[in-house]
């Protein structure tokens, strides 16, 4: 395994890359996973009472791209994340991956489909570890049931030892690997929104949807967080990110979503979002 | 027959008492107190005691139930409340009022003693009345006054007004200056103060009976999930409608499954309609 | 490698002693109460999971003990069924009737689920009473003693170790696993829970019923250890105990709950003035450990440890490896 990793790591190219590794460096136990292209909403609507939260909006994210989604606050950001990832439900409209209709999908069932997400205000197990915690988000791969876990069944042992391997990798990937062992609660604030990423990753998902990731963070912490999910971007994961830092945005992303009121405003590159004219008099007489 | 139906209304008046208290403190606290049954019970004991062990005249021991009411929802408050609610931890308050809820019991159970004892007579008259008897009428006349009262003070009432503007939202409530903790005390003893005039009106039903606090903080809550958290008039129907259910069955089938008829119900309410006959649906913020 | 060989060792010498305690013991009171600890560390074991890992909080749990028992004394007393099948039917109607009441109430908040599991004990209570041509009623039922070589006391306190054993080590499997973190997962942040694709409600159900088998498991050793049980040995403060030692010995563990429960237990026997106190005395311990040390007392040693010589935190710069992210997400066969 170890050579494998640092010949693989010679080996890095730059662009999307939808290659598979050479069948001798998969790890015989591990099961295929499913890489998707597309995560499609479309026309997608949510009210609460009389005000509606959502209006008809569509958006695509795909395998390979950064997509971002700014807009001021209230303007049903958070909310249309929560709907893409199953939170609320959606009045009208439809939620896709590829050819696979999610829309009645319950939360739980969504990282079936290879979709993880962070959270604005992280939701971390503060009495467990680093490592526990980014396990977790393996459970997806776990297979073991009940009785086998109970009896310590080869497969469950294997399966627990592979998602720590895994979570290892990850979490040295997003730079926690010194502090494993360290308590969930102990951590600060950037700690906390990057174990939450190797979380998410651990999920092993085509498409990460982010929250707000840069809220709180330092320059240089929300410079690594860029370097993270350009990498992310590079391995073929379609990235999501709703921000109100709207810098960090425009530098990274190849594609960008404003939403005003609910409604979408504008939808292209960075260049064409930020020069907009609609764009610039909703953020400046916000 | 009447005598079952007027059995369960005054049972009812009970149950629905405590379904009050619960929504008092549940309004200002969003918890839900282990310990609401036993404030009623304490009271009981209370005024058991002043009358029959001190002597004391009607009025003076009405006074010092009241009191202790108060004084105990007011305990519940500062000691298992308030310094849980800050922590993170969502069922902390339940082991709190739990622990809290043994304490009264078992310290009233060594006091009193484990025996149901006899509530003295507080109005002369006759033990042969039949449904005119005023172990009925106390506590139905007693609800239905302080039902009256909680509304207009809600309603009425500068200081009620503050009640409902914490209960529905505490953090713009804290933002107007409004001390939410002293509101929250304020709202405990209340709930005392109610649980300590019921419980004296109630104590020739109920017995002085160190158990009784358990069995009505269930009833109580039984009554609460039929009416709906939340709603004063729920409270009130869903304790007639346990009283009158439990008293008519026990009528036609015995005493044997009280318990289960009431559990009976409950199930058939969080079944069909968890949010109760006049609760209203919440849905979840992410 | 040191603190693993110690706790290695640790328990091995646990082992031995707790083997051969009824040749050591003074009297044999103190192999009865063994036994008792025991027959309740069954049920505590998998009340554990549910409690201390999965965060509900089945304070009624006594209900599915008294079914036990009375289960057992039924089958193996009134029917002569063979007491270890008997023992096993117990369990597995544990764990049906677990299964039913976790149903319709797992799906509810918190604190109607406590109130739902309180309200099936009081059930269980009624129906014992009224069903006194099968039960005995309120004047209760004999409960049958197992065959040799378990039949005598001593007998008695094997079985019941090795059956605490056999638990000790299921659920402390499902607790260093993917299982056991799931479950914190429910605890701590169901919203976590669910972002990674966690079953929220079987797993609530699954671990549930099993707490149910473990209780119906340990009602029989229970019973036949007590050799007669009423309606009233099963009251809703024995339940509450056991709620007690879970939270007092440290949830998300379980050598706190095991500790919890034989301190619990043994405590009044040890200490005379807080027998007489009694439930009063767990009450105000539990009252004390939720305001001050919630994590519970197995946890005390660390926090004590920490306020005499905190451990500075190393400042920590996250510095991202993203060659080894790179290969990490690459790992993963794409089909």
Not at chain 3, 205 to 228: E, K, M, N, P, R
Request: aromatic share 10%.
């Amino acid at each position: 395994m170890n050579s494998n990793r640092n010949y693989r790591a010679l080996r890095t190219t730059g662009g999307p890359s939808q290659t598979v590794p050479s069948a001798s460096a998969r790890p015989s136990s591990q099961a295929a996973v499913v890489r998707r292209g597309e995560l499609i909403a479309k026309g997608v609507t949510r009210r609460f009472g009389s005000v509606v939260a959502v209006d008809s909006v569509s958006l695509t994210v795909k395998a390979g791209e950064i997509h971002g989604l700014i807009g001021p606050n209230g303007s049903g950001k958070t909310t249309f994340l929560n709907l893409l990832t199953g939170y609320y439900r959606v009045d009208e409209g439809q939620i896709l991956v590829d050819a696979e209709d999610l829309t009645a999908a319950p939360v739980q069932r969504r990282p079936h489909f290879g979709i993880a997400r962070t959270f604005q205000k992280p939701r971390l197990l503060g009495t467990l570890s680093v490592l526990d915690n980014a396990m977790l988000g393996g459970w997806e791969h776990a297979q073991s049931g009940f009785l086998e876990t109970a009896l310590a069944l080869p497969r469950a042992l294997r399966e627990d030892r592979e998602q720590r391997e895994l979570a290892t990798e990850l979490l040295h990937g997003v730079g926690l690997g010194n502090i494993l062992q360290r308590q969930a609660n102990l951590l600060d604030h950037a700690e906390q929104r990057f174990l939450e990423i190797a979380r998410g990753l651990a999920v092993r998902p085509s498409f990460i949807l982010l929250d707000e990731p840069a809220g709180g963070l330092t320059e240089h912490e929300i410079e690594q967080l860029a370097r993270i999910v350009i990498t992310l971007r590079d391995c073929g994961i379609g990235v999501l990110i709703v921000e109100h830092h709207t810098d960090f945005v425009f530098r990274i992303c190849n594609r960008v979503t404003t939403l005003n009121l609910g409604k979408m405003i504008k939808h292209g590159t960075p260049e064409e979002v930020r020069n907009d004219p609609e764009v610039i008099r909703v953020y400046l007489g916000a | 027959m009447l005598t079952a139906i007027i059995t369960g209304l005054a049972m009812g008046a009970i149950y629905a008492a405590a379904a009050l208290a619960y929504n008092v403190m549940y309004s200002t606290s969003k918890v839900l107190s282990i310990t609401t049954g036993h404030i009623f019970m304490i009271s009981g004991v209370v005024g058991a005691f002043l009358i029959g062990g001190l002597k004391l005249p009607i009025v003076v021991s009405l006074l010092g139930s009241a009191a202790a009411g108060i004084l105990f929802g007011l305990i519940t408050e500062i000691v298992a409340i308030r310094r849980v609610l800050s922590r993170s931890d969502e069922h902390l308050w339940l082991l709190s009022t739990l622990a809290l809820a043994t304490i009264f019991q078992q310290a009233v159970g060594l006091w009193w003693g484990t025996e149901p004892k006899p509530f003295p007579r507080l109005i002369p008259q006759q033990f042969t009345s039949g449904i005119w008897d005023q172990k009925f009428w106390l506590p139905i006349g007693t609800v239905a006054v302080s039902v009256i009262c909680l509304e207009l003070f809600y309603r009425r009432t500068l200081f009620g007004k503050i009640f409902v503007a914490v209960s529905e939202d505490a953090f713009a409530a804290r933002a107007r200056g409004l001390a939410t903790d002293r509101v929250r005390a304020i709202s405990y003893g209340i709930a005392g103060l109610l649980g300590g005039v019921a419980g004296f009106a109630a104590g020739q039903l109920t017995y002085a009976y160190f158990a009784l606090g358990l069995s009505l903080t269930l009833n109580g809550f039984i009554a609460l999930a039929v009416g709906g958290l939340g709603s004063n008039l729920g409270a009130v129907v869903g304790g007639v409608v346990l009283g009158l259910l439990t008293s008519i069955a026990t009528y036609y089938f015995g005493g044997a499954y009280q318990q289960t008829i009431a559990v009976g119900l409950l199930l058939v309410f969080l079944l069909v309609k968890p949010e109760g006959l006049f609760g209203d649906k919440r849905t979840r913020h992410v | 490698m040191n603190s693993n060989l110690a706790r290695l060792a640790a328990l091995v010498i646990a082992v031995v002693a707790l083997a051969t305690l009824p040749f050591w013991a003074h009297d044999p009171y103190q192999v009865h109460l063994a036994t008792l600890i025991g027959s309740y560390w069954v049920l505590v074991a998998g009340l554990n999971l549910v409690v201390g890992y999965t965060g509900l909080l089945s304070i009624g749990h006594v209900g599915l003990l008294a079914i036990g028992s009375y289960a057992f004394a039924i089958l193996a007393g009134q029917h002569g069924v063979n007491p270890y099948l008997a023992m096993l039917a117990a369990g597995a109607i544990g764990g049906i009737c677990g299964f039913v009441l976790g149903l319709p109430s797992l799906r509810l908040p918190g604190f109607y689920f406590a109130m739902a599991t309180m309200a099936f004990s009081m059930i269980v209570s009624e129906f014992l009473l009224a069903q006194d041509t099968l039960t005995g009623g309120g004047a209760g039922t004999s409960v049958p003693a197992f065959t040799p070589p378990f039949a005598t006391p001593n007998g008695l306190f094997w079985l019941v170790m090795l059956i605490a054993a056999i638990v000790t080590w299921l659920t402390w499997n499902v607790a260093r696993l993917m299982w056991g973190r799931a479950a914190i997962a429910l605890r701590d942040s169901d919203v976590a829970a669910a972002s990674v694709g966690v079953p929220v409600f079987s797993i609530k159900l699954i671990v549930y019923t099993f707490s149910g088998i473990t209780a119906g498991v340990a009602g029989s050793l229970f019973g036949s250890l007590q050799s007669y049980v009423t309606p009233e040995t099963f009251n809703f403060e024995l339940g509450l105990f056991f709620f007690i030692c879970i939270v007092i010995g440290g949830r998300g563990a379980i050598v706190g709950p095991l500790l919890g429960t034989v301190v619990l237990t043994a405590l009044p026997e040890v200490v005379a003035p807080l027998a007489k106190l009694g439930q009063f005395f767990y009450g105000a311990l539990l009252l004390l450990v939720v305001l001050l040390v919630p994590e519970g007392i197995g946890n005390l040693f660390a926090i004590l440890r920490e306020k005499i010589r905190p451990r500075r935190l190393e400042k920590h710069v996250v510095d991202p490896d993203l060659a080894r992210l790179t290969s990490a997400i690459r790992s993963t066969p794409v089909s």
